[in-house]
């Protein structure tokens, strides 16, 4: 069965640096998604992603983060000055449709020292 | 603002028994339902999903989940629990007919399975 990848799976940064989170969609899926999971917290979403641009995001996703499709198969989530409160579980999703079951990555666990 | 809520943190059951998980939703209409398992290490599964239709939905590994609109619920239930069920389990919600797709999680509930 075809599934979402996400890598690395652990990524240790220091605060103030860049990161990026790399995810490759289920292939025929046309809807991207992130999400991400402090640690004893809910799963939040972040962003949604369509046709090459961005559909909704959340009032988490500040000017720190912007997504892109830089190819026909990746999807990257990237923060560009990492705080301390960035630590958590991202999690990358594809859908086929944008009311279809979304199908979630292993996730990356983010963290910042 | 759409919530969903999971009133159980932690539930201990031992193996063999039978279990339900519980959901509740708050949303202007009726939301589409999802459940997802998440193993230790790993992402989040789908068990199964409510569009509309039949209220009992079936869904993998032996898990159903019953829509109620009168209690605003969609409990999650297994007959038979096995050891290999204990994990993290999430409620989640999508607006129906959203054009956007972002869906609302539950806080999880955490199974234990005892011998």
């Known amino acids: 069965e075809p599934e979402v990848t996400q890598t690395p799976s652990h990524q240790v940064t220091q605060m103030g640096q860049e990161v990026i989170l790399r995810c490759v969609p289920i292939?025929?899926?046309?809807?991207f998604y992130w999400y991400r999971q402090i640690l004893g917290q809910k799963v939040e979403f972040l962003v949604s992603?369509?046709?090459?641009?961005?559909?909704?995001k959340s009032e988490i996703f500040d000017d720190q983060f912007s997504v892109e499709r830089p190819d026909g198969s990746n999807f990257t989530l990237k923060i560009r000055s990492t705080k301390l409160e960035d630590s958590a579980m991202y999690f990358c999703?594809?859908?086929?449709?944008?009311?279809?079951?979304?199908?979630f990555g292993d996730g990356t666990r983010l963290s910042i020292l | 603002a759409q919530s969903v809520t999971q009133p159980d943190i932690h539930i201990t059951v031992s193996e063999g028994a039978s279990l339900e998980l519980r959901c509740n939703y708050s949303?202007?209409?009726?939301?589409?339902l999802f459940w997802y398992v998440q193993s230790p290490g790993q992402g989040l599964q789908l068990l199964l999903k409510?569009?509309?239709?039949?209220?009992l939905v079936q869904g993998i590994k032996g898990f159903e989940a019953e829509f109620k609109r009168s209690q605003s619920s969609f409990n999650l239930r297994k007959p038979s629990v096995h050891w290999s069920d204990a994990a993290e389990y999430f409620c989640?919600?999508?607006?129906?007919?959203?054009?956007?797709?972002?869906?609302?999680f539950g806080r999880g509930t955490q199974l234990t399975v005892w011998p």
């Open positions: 999703a594809s859908s086929e449709d944008r009311n279809q079951p979304q199908h």
């Open positions: 949303y202007g209409a009726t939301p589409y």
């Open positions: 992603f369509y046709n090459n641009e961005i559909s909704e």
């Open positions: 292939s025929n899926h046309l809807y």
């Open positions: 989640a919600g999508q607006d129906r007919g959203s054009t956007l797709g972002r869906l609302y």
């Open positions: 409510y569009f509309s239709g039949d209220t």
